[in-house]
């Protein structure tokens, strides 16, 4: 038992907890230790058991999943999110580089996501409980343009404010940021289309197969085949001929998504 992940299923429905249940069985890097229905008796079994990871639904009665991990500041458990919804608390897991799997769950993208725990459980727990402060934090701010976003570096990770970035760079498997603050520019393991996919909701357009830039930071546009962006920096962007019309869309739609 001790090589294996000690998890705890903290979900309200009990057909959930079954279907989960069901599921754990079948991949034998785990050993089920308990399951609660709700934030206070899964605090209680957290202290029995000492698990390795949670499954934690996001939306219950009473308190909800975030409630039970501001209830305990130190963790030493990691933690894969379970909702029925594509919500703004997503939008703030995401960008802290945690997991989350959308239900209804299938049994494959529960075995990743567990392969991926144990992943990163080689690592520092102290990592993991960074990002998982940086989601409590996004999670209390009123505008999702102040959400940090978890960069992953060569020491684990550094966490960005969103409304500092100016633009993003392709450069092969890696992604180049430019940030506001002291013209940092920082080299990350991750495609650009990683970030595309994530950022189009904070007000950025992926204007050319090889930048995606901050709508907030545009000083003006130079029309032409596809044109020109120059941006407050004084850098210059080309609009790709494919992506002109998508990005003066997003241009006029800009207001509407602050």
């Known amino acids: 038992m001790n090589n294996l992940l000690k998890t705890l299923i ?3 429905e009990t057909r959930g907890r079954k279907a989960l249940k069901a599921m754990l069985s079948d ?5 089920l230790v308990g399951e609660s229905p709700d934030v206070e008796d899964a605090i209680i079994k957290i202290q029995i058991h000492n698990p390795d990871l949670i499954l ?8 909800n999943g975030f409630d039970l991990l501001a209830a305990m500041p130190n963790r030493s458990f990691d933690v894969i999110f379970t909702t029925a919804y594509d919500s703004y608390a997503l939008k703030a897991i995401k960008c802290s580089a945690i997991d989350y799997l959308l239900k209804p769950i299938h049994p494959e993208e529960l075995k990743l996501a567990i392969k991926k725990t144990i992943e990163k459980r080689k690592q520092i727990q ?3 409980n960074l990002q998982m402060n940086n989601l409590l934090d996004n999670l209390k701010t009123i505008n999702k343009q102040s959400f940090k976003l978890s960069l992953p570096n060569a020491s684990g990770s550094v966490f960005v404010a969103i409304n500092e970035i100016i633009r993003c760079e392709s450069d092969a498997n890696y992604t180049r940021f430019f940030l506001e603050k002291d013209a940092k520019v920082m080299l990350v393991s991750k495609t650009l289309k990683d970030y595309d996919e994530l950022l189009t909701d904070f007000g950025f357009c992926r204007v050319h197969h090889s930048h995606l830039i901050n709508l907030k930071f545009i000083k003006k546009y130079i029309r032409g ?3 020109t962006v120059v941006m407050l920096d004084g850098t210059e962007v080309e609009v790709s001929r494919r992506k002109r019309e998508a990005f003066q ?3 006029e739609n800009y207001t509407t998504i602050l």
């Open 10 to 12: 903290v979900e309200d």
């Open 27 to 31: 991949i034998n890097e785990v050993v």
């Open 56 to 63: 934690l639904d996001i939306e219950m009665p009473s308190k």
């Open 126 to 128: 102290h990592q993991s």
């Open 225 to 227: 085949e596809g044109g």
């Open 249 to 251: 869309k997003a241009l």
